[in-house]
């Protein structure tokens, strides 16, 4: 089959290499589309991978084309999305079933073979079966779009229910104070992760959502997931904390949810929530984070809670943010593929990575079609 292979930093090679073979409990996808994530950039141009060689890729989606030993061979010729993070399922966190906490986690496209290539093998487990209302582009971005659902969640306080939160030994959160309509939510950083966000803020009913971006084309994404011209700001024109609070008549925020992973943002997410608001870090920092001794005041001073998100939950039920997604999907709630600015070939996927890296042109999702 043809693989982008990660043979070390910055050395990404398109090359023929044998199929994989689906081991005990695996079956082999042949993948139909693959979306290139923000994560995938410093980790071909400048970090690596935990091992090499490896495939990078974890946003994909496609059709099972044989079984291995242990699986289930009614899943051959079956449309699936791909749950890229692979848990121990034996670490506390597992038990619990919360898998996105596992202490002992594999993951396709960064500890083994991922999605930029023409086959894939998966565990069976990590298999979401697609119905036929869902394409595989959609399908693709199932994984950022369940992070974004995540992270909404522990936002917003929204219950898991069901056997998912008895799994998590009953500590399903419970609803905030005052309803998600009536809350005011900013969204600092319109990437992928932050402009899905958006899209599910709105449909889930959040009225009052502000967004901070700093392009053009993010703000047009945004006006499409139905946040409105006046609740933009651009911060490379305008100051991001003075705004938010001209826009709350000097209160803050409510809940806040900080995309970018840089101190700066950090300091004004605290800055500009609300006194028992929330603060939910979703970006992966870009460097070193401190904490300065006035945003440590205002946390303590202002009772905000201050939560991390990573991942998201999938337990093969409809509570879990896969199936939340997949329901908006299947009932035409939610049209990702207003996100996807590029569409590439396979072997023409090196170009959108640069794209990516080198940020000459804007772009939302770039996705290959195989």
Sequence with gaps: MRAYVLHGVNDLRY????????????????????????????????????????????????????VGNAADKGWLGKRAGVF?????????????????LCRNYDYLGSRRDGGFAELVAVPEGNLLLLPGEVSFREAA????????????????????????????????????????????????????????????LKEAGCE????????????????????????????????????LFGKTDGRGVDVFFECVGKNETFASAVGCTAPAGRVVLVGNPVSGMGLERDVYWKILRNQL???????SSFVHEASDDWH????????????????????????????????MRDKTEDYGKIMADL
């Design 15 to 66: 090359e023929t290499v044998p199929d994989p073979a689906p081991g005990e409990g695996e079956v082999l996808v042949a993948v139909k589309n693959v979306g290139v994530c923000g994560s995938d950039i410093p980790r071909i141009y400048q970090t690596g991978a935990h091992v090499h060689p490896l495939i990078p890729g974890h946003e994909f989606a496609g059709t099972v084309v044989d």
């Design 84 to 100: 890229p993070m692979i848990p121990c399922r034996q670490c506390g966190p597992c038990r619990e079933g919360r898998y996105e």
């Design 141 to 200: 971005m199932l994984e950022p779009m369940a992070v974004a659902v995540h992270a909404m969640r522990r936002g917003l306080g929204m219950e898991l229910g069901g056997g998912a939160a008895k799994r998590a030994g009953g500590r399903a959160v419970t609803e905030q104070k005052g309803s998600k309509e009536r809350r005011t939510i900013a969204v600092c950083g319109l990437g992928t992760i932050g402009l899905f966000l958006l899209m599910f």
């Design 208 to 243: 009052r959502v502000l967004a901070l971006g700093n392009k053009e084309f993010q703000r047009e994404e945004a006006a499409s997931f139905g946040v409105s011209g006046e609740d933009y700001c651009d911060v490379r024109r305008t100051d991001g904390g003075a705004w």
């Design 305 to 311: 809670v201050v939560t991390g998100t990573w991942n």
């Design 324 to 355: 939340y997604v997949l329901k908006r999907l299947v009932e035409g709630r939610i049209h990702p593929e207003a996100m996807i600015s590029h569409r590439l070939s396979l072997s023409s996927l090196e170009r959108g990575l640069h794209v």
